[in-house]
């Protein structure tokens, strides 16, 4: 089974194509990372993968789910530490994983346990 297939997926920025019918799947048990220089379309592939950017074109499933743009059901399965994280300055770090838990459905008590097991693992947290 793939975890991640990518069939024909394209997006372009006003005239500027970045993505131009990207074809690839990552089978289950393997590790895949992009490489690339700047500008290649690497964070623009994931923020699709993640469903947080609209794709003009393609289709995009994960564990055979299909990626919905503003739907994040497929990302309780998908684990994202982009090079350039966004933070929101003013959120406490439970406050900003209570945002993660939510956009990735978890429930409030899971989002909690995990939270705070991360938490206390990077020793943030008593």
């Given amino acids: 089974m793939n975890v991640l297939t990518i069939n024909e997926l394209s ?14 799947s990552v089978p289950e ?22 469903g947080l950017l609209k794709a003009d074109s393609g289709e995009i499933t994960v564990c055979g ?4 743009y503003g739907q994040t059901k497929t990302n309780r399965r998908i684990g994202y530490l982009p090079d350039v994280p966004e ?5 406490k770090p439970l406050e900003y994983l209570d945002l993660c ?4 459905g978890l429930s409030k008590s899971e989002t909690k346990g995990r939270s705070d097991e991360l938490l206390s693992s990077w020793g943030l947290m008593a």
């Fill in 11 to 24: 997006k372009s920025f006003g005239t500027q194509k970045v993505i131009d019918n990207l074809n690839f």
């Fill in 29 to 50: 048990g393997t590790v895949f990372g992009f490489i690339g220089q700047n500008g290649a379309g690497k964070t623009t592939t994931m923020k699709m993968v993640l």
């Fill in 65 to 68: 789910e299909t990626v919905s």
């Fill in 87 to 91: 933070f929101y300055n003013y959120m």
């Fill in 101 to 104: 838990g939510e956009i990735a």
